[in-house]
T-cell receptor, first 117, second 113 residues
Framework: GAVVSQHPSRVICKSGTSVKIECRSLDFQATTMFWYRQFPKKSLMLMATSNEGSKATYEQGVEKDKFLINHASLTLSTLTVTSAHPEDSSFYIC?????????????FGDGTRLSIL | AQSVTQPDIHITVSEGASLELRCNYSYGATPYLFWYVQSPGQGLQLLLKYFSGDTLVQGIKGFEAEFKRSQSSFNLRKPSVHWSDAAEYFCAVMDNYGQNFVFGPGTRLSVLP
């Protein structure tokens, strides 16, 4: 079946550094990729939607300059948390979809646990 | 836009007991419906999905869900719960265009030995 790979699975870094998270669709072309953030014991919150070759669409309240999204190819999207601070610590999950009138649900990566010291 | 509610934040059942997790949705047409399970610190695993056809859907790990249009519900059931079923369960709805995937708030399941 379709698989989405997310890397890294866990990252710990100092405050002020930038962190890049990769999301790859392994056996299908992902026209659309989604980035979610999950706070402890909470549901997933959609941060942004990215379409290959165009700018990402951010949800209300999500800082686009803080969370940079690049969807450079049909199999790769990256989320960069710039100048990360402790409040950015969270669980980030990506999802990929073939898009359009698809008969398949979004496919999810295994998530990245980001801890900012 | 569609929305999803899961009325129960936390449910505790004894191992071997039956389970039903509730999910209600709001959408103008018949949406695509999903149930996911998330173990602590892990990603999401798809349990089952409903697109059309038979309203009783069988999934993995012995789970099933029934779509009831009249009640706008898609409740998840399992006849006998195992300790390994303890996790967070999310109901989700997607529009008919394959986009706008919305999660419910989740229900945490605890299983007593």
């Amino acid at each position: 079946g379709a698989v989405v790979s997310q890397h890294p699975s866990r990252v710990i870094c100092k405050s002020g550094t930038s962190v890049k998270i990769e999301c790859r669709s392994l056996d299908f072309q992902a026209t659309t990729m989604f980035w979610y953030r999950q706070f402890p014991k909470k549901s997933l919150m959609l941060m942004a939607t990215s379409n290959e070759g165009s700018k990402a669409t951010y949800e209300q309240g999500v800082e686009k300059d803080k969370f940079l999204i690049n969807h450079a190819s049909l199999t790769l999207s990256t989320l960069t948390v710039t100048s990360a601070h402790p409040e950015d610590s969270s669980f980030y999950i990506c999802s990929a979809s073939p898009g359009g009138l698809s008969n398949q649900p979004q496919h999810f990566g295994d998530g990245t646990r980001l801890s900012i010291l | 836009a569609q929305s999803v509610t899961q009325p129960d934040i936390h449910i505790t059942v004894s191992e071997g007991a039956s389970l039903e997790l509730r999910c209600n949705y709001s959408y103008g047409a018949t949406p695509y419906l999903f149930w996911y399970v998330q173990s602590p610190g892990q990603g999401l695993q798809l349990l089952l999905k409903y697109f059309s056809g038979d309203t009783l859907v069988q999934g993995i790990k012995g789970f099933e869900a029934e779509f009831k249009r009249s009640q706008s519900s898609f409740n998840l059931r399992k006849p006998s719960v195992h300790w390994s079923d303890a996790a967070e369960y999310f109901c989700a709805v997607m529009d008919n265009y394959g986009q706008n995937f919305v999660f419910g708030p989740g229900t945490r399941l605890s299983v007593l030995p």
